[in-house]
């Protein structure tokens, strides 16, 4: 009897310990997830949503005044744009004609599909608060010949991510120390962001509209990469690029013409997301007076009229360029 008192009371104390247990751990599940909340909200995640982009140019910002359909001198010869005279200050000085460079192009929207080929893209100049940054870069990879094309794509989703200048490490700071200058890599810290714990992240997503959770879930998972110094281009590419294609949209057919606001007619067909053929055409009127025109597309973007698709960040830079053709046109510039 005394055997099965000892028993009882042995199994009593070990149900009471387990049902303690329990309710320790529905109270530690609990108590963590009211950490988590405080926890993002200590963050500001209704504040953090409300942060501008890197880079905010959107179709809103093409002005659509004065834009032809692709049959637009259809038939006329293009000559090579990288044949005109250069200007100093970057670019190149336009002449009456018609003109065509495929050149380097960069994607300034991670978490977006690649550009497909009934896509329309229009001219919208590069705006936000790294503006300037952005075409600081664009400008310094024309004298750094020696800085690969994927080294500055992954610089420009470093800075499209938000990523703190104290977070870079890899190739990717070494890039920034070679286009950028002290000055301007100060300017990285402004708006940046760490990276975001999972239950910020999820709190935060609920909050987004579905187009734009890819975008902010792309660029935390970039600026993870960033800080690890472990990762590849392929690795970046991953998620930068969404697998598929947005849908196109019919109203802005690709090939569209779009007037720039210094007079002159500008198109982009893209081929994927580092290569894009333009085409632009001076109209002679515009150069009647000898008013010098410069094209220089390092403050340039080809905005896809589908916001599911990636923004062009153009440039001065041709790719497999004849520097054996001669131009037809004899130009007349001050």
């Not at 409300?50 to 006329?76: C, H, L, W, Y």
């Not at 075409?135 to 990523?163: F, G, M, N, P, Y």
Request: charged share 20%; with cysteine; net charge positive.
């Amino acid at each position: 009897m005394k055997n099965f008192k000892s028993i009882s009371l042995a199994l009593l104390i070990s149900i009471s310990g387990l049902t303690a247990q329990a309710q320790f751990g529905a109270l530690k599940d609990k108590l963590l997830k009211v950490g988590a909340s405080q926890g993002a909200k200590a963050l500001g995640v209704d504040k953090l949503l409300k942060q501008p982009e890197a880079i905010s140019t959107s179709f809103e910002d093409v002005n659509r005044e004065g834009e032809m359909m692709p049959d637009f001198k259809a038939k006329e010869k293009f000559q090579p744009l990288y044949l005109l005279p250069k200007n100093p200050d970057g670019g190149y000085v336009l002449c009456e004609g018609y003109y065509e460079m495929t050149n380097k192009s960069y994607c300034l929207k991670a978490g977006t599909f690649a550009p497909s080929k009934g896509d329309g893209y229009m001219f919208a100049p590069v705006l936000g608060p790294k503006e300037e940054i952005v075409v600081a870069i664009l400008k310094s990879a024309e004298k750094h010949k020696d800085v690969d094309q994927h080294d500055i794509q992954i610089l420009l989703w470093t800075i499209i991510a938000r990523t703190k200048f104290a977070d870079y490490a890899g190739t990717v700071k070494l890039t920034a120390l070679k286009l950028l200058t002290t000055k301007q890599l100060t300017q990285l810290e402004g708006g940046a962001l760490g990276i975001l714990p999972f239950d910020v992240m999820a709190k935060a997503k609920d909050q987004l509209p579905a187009g734009l959770k890819a975008v902010f879930e792309a660029e935390n998972n970039i600026r993870q990469l960033v800080a690890s110094g472990n990762y590849t281009y392929a690795d970046m590419e991953k998620y930068a690029i969404l697998a598929g294609m947005a849908p196109p949209r019919s109203d802005v057919p690709s090939g569209i013409w779009t007037k720039h606001p210094d007079g002159y007619f500008v198109r982009y067909f893209p081929s994927g997301y580092s290569v894009t053929k333009v085409q632009v055409y001076v109209p002679k009127e515009l150069m009647a007076n000898g008013n010098k025109i410069i094209y220089d597309a390092a403050g340039d973007i080809a905005c896809p009229a589908n916001t599911g698709s990636q923004r062009l960040a153009q440039t001065n830079e041709p790719l497999n360029a004849n520097y054996s053709i001669k131009l037809t046109t004899v130009c007349k510039t001050k």
